[in-house]
């Protein structure tokens, strides 16, 4: 897919900014705060339906202004056009598909795939747990709407056993919670599983990105509880009931995918802990472009690209080798406050409006 | 003086309603205190006629101006059926279907800890006391899926295990409403053409 055209009002710094873009791509250079990021979170916006970088709604409102709005044009894999309306007001935030109101976001995301990378990617390797699971959440979601229920689902039922536990409850609903959790962490699991199958797999098929080694980053799921997937449902009901005090204490539940991890390897071992940053770094892209891969693989649409800022840190072979891993055909966007990246992508225009002063 | 003490009562009272903001509730304040006295009063004397007419049925716990309800004594509805639904406005929904025409139980909340609902929330003795009159084949349980939704399936399952009853359920997948938090998509009607035992 290719976005064609993107309209802001009172979004971030963009006051009132129009613009036409190349369906290959654009190149975005100019000096920090020219508003270089707050474009590549536009687009990013239209793909989930909220801020990637974690801004709140009405953070995003330009200065005193009413409220923001988003207008984005795309045209489809299939030739045909899509337009996504994003208002956000006093009222809420209202998502509108070809001037019919969204309904779901499973919707959006079933349409609409961006994946936008960034230099914190590399948290990706070596943060915390959380990070992980927001990345990988957000990927199985891109490629399995559906998993946005199911995940939506899971959390609640969490928040609920959690609610319980401050309470001075009955064994019964103890139980009921007990194996509500247990029934939709087994949901969860089974897409995140499967994801990281599909995902070991199209890494094993990427051209190696990283030289001194013999293979690709592997990924492996770390529940936090070590093989609580492969127990029976009855062996993880005991289990919870021998956590009962100390879910108590902790007055949360202590199990479950809320609190799994992944982990990547490099050979064999944790690259969290082994691996040099250069290798962290290029890991955390190609995790990026595997999922675009997958995306591609699996729903037939290809996904937009948005790099931002990621090249600056690379020398110009792994500069050339990120590039090489992108698909034909994607629609890239590249931010950067240095010309020289468009040395790199010379097939991609230069956005206007972004020069200094801008 | 533009606000006063009642006018700030009125908003807060208005902004209690369901769905309500208080941007919304500061509009329709402005506006019930700019129109004519006896328009505005007009709704205040709705208000009261209807909240002094209505009562819970004694039998099915459904809003009804008699009491028990036509629903409930009704002998066109067939006694073999029973639902259980967690609100009022779902016997609305389904009965806009026109599709059931069995009886009906209304639990008024589901289990649900965040809130505080625990099972002495749920109507339950209620509706033990209906199934003992009533002896119905099937029992409904036309609860949303949602985590509440299915704990409460999940106790009531449990609770009914032993009653010869044919305990069925809706079709599972997304909430009603849909995975966006502002609206309606998939709908208590829908699902309730596709059931299946609990
Ligand atoms: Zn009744």
């Known amino acids: ?358 | 003086m533009l606000k006063s003490p009642r006018f700030d009562e009125l908003v807060a009272k208005l902004s209690s309603l369901p769905g309500i903001g208080k941007k919304t509730a500061q509009r329709l304040a402005w506006h019930l205190l700019s129109i004519p006295k006896e328009k505005a009063l007009e709704l205040s004397t709705a208000i009261q006629n209807a909240v002094e007419s209505y009562t819970t049925c004694s039998i099915c716990c459904m809003l009804t101006e008699t009491n028990p309800c036509t629903l409930c004594t009704s002998p066109e509805r067939d006694d073999s059926q029973l639902c259980v639904v967690e609100s009022h406005s779902d016997v609305f929904t389904l009965e806009s279907m026109n599709e059931y025409r069995g009886r009906y139980y209304v639990l008024g909340h589901l289990l649900s800890p965040l809130d505080g609902y625990g099972p002495d929330a749920l109507g339950i003795p209620g509706l033990l006391k209906r199934i003992e009159e009533l002896k119905p084949e099937e029992l409904i349980l036309a609860l949303k899926p949602s985590a509440e939704g299915e704990a409460t399936i999940h106790y009531l399952t449990e609770l009914l295990q032993d009653q010869p009853l044919k305990i069925t359920r809706l079709s599972v997948g997304l909430p009603f409403g849909g995975d966006l938090e502002y609206s309606g998509a998939l709908t208590l009607a829908n699902a309730f053409k596709r059931r299946f035992p609990a």
């Open chain 1, 1 to 358: 897919m290719i976005i064609s055209c993107l309209r802001l009002l009172n979004y971030r710094n963009h006051q009132s900014n129009s613009f036409e873009l190349n369906p290959l791509g654009n190149l975005i250079i100019g000096p920090n705060g020219s508003g270089k990021t707050n474009l590549l979170e536009a687009i990013a916006y239209c793909g989930i339906g909220k801020s990637l970088r974690l801004h709140k709604d009405d953070q995003i409102t330009h200065y005193d202004a009413e409220g923001w709005r988003i207008g984005a044009v795309f045209s489809l894999d299939s030739g045909s056009t899509m337009e996504l309306e994003i208002t956000y007001s006093a009222s809420g935030k209202l998502l509108k598909l070809d001037g019919t109101p969204l309904k779901m976001l499973s919707t959006l995301f079933e349409y609409i795939k961006i994946i936008y990378l960034a230099p914190e990617d590399l948290s990706l390797i070596s943060g915390s747990p959380r990070k992980r699971r927001q990345f990988f959440d957000l990927a199985i979601s891109q490629l399995f709407p559906a998993y946005i229920g199911v995940l939506r689902g899971f959390l609640q039922v969490v928040a609920q056993r959690n609610a319980l536990l401050k309470t001075q409850y009955d064994p019964q609903q103890k139980r009921i919670w007990d194996s509500g959790l247990i029934k939709a962490n087994k949901e969860v699991l089974s897409y995140r599983l499967h994801y990281l199958e599909l995902l070991n797999q199209q890494f094993e098929q990427m051209p190696n990105i990283i030289h001194s080694v013999e293979q690709n980053p592997c990924f492996s799921y770390q529940a936090q509880l070590k093989d609580f997937q492969d127990l029976s449902e009855a062996e993880q009901l005991a289990h919870l009931q021998k956590l009962e005090q100390r879910e108590q204490l902790w007055q949360r539940s202590l199990v479950g995918a809320h609190l799994d991890d992944y982990e990547v390897s490099l050979d064999g071992k944790s690259m969290k802990d082994y691996a040099s940053q250069g290798q962290k770094r290029m890991a955390a892209i190609a995790l990026k472009l595997a999922h675009a891969s997958l995306l591609q693989n699996h729903t037939s649409i290809k996904p937009i690209l948005l790099f931002d800022d990621i090249f600056a840190e690379l020398d110009a072979e792994h500069s050339r080798m990120v590039k090489s891993l992108v698909n034909n055909g994607l629609q890239v966007f590249v931010a950067s406050p240095k010309p020289d990246v468009a040395e790199i992508w010379p097939e991609l225009t230069q956005l206007a409006g972004f020069g200094r002063g801008a």
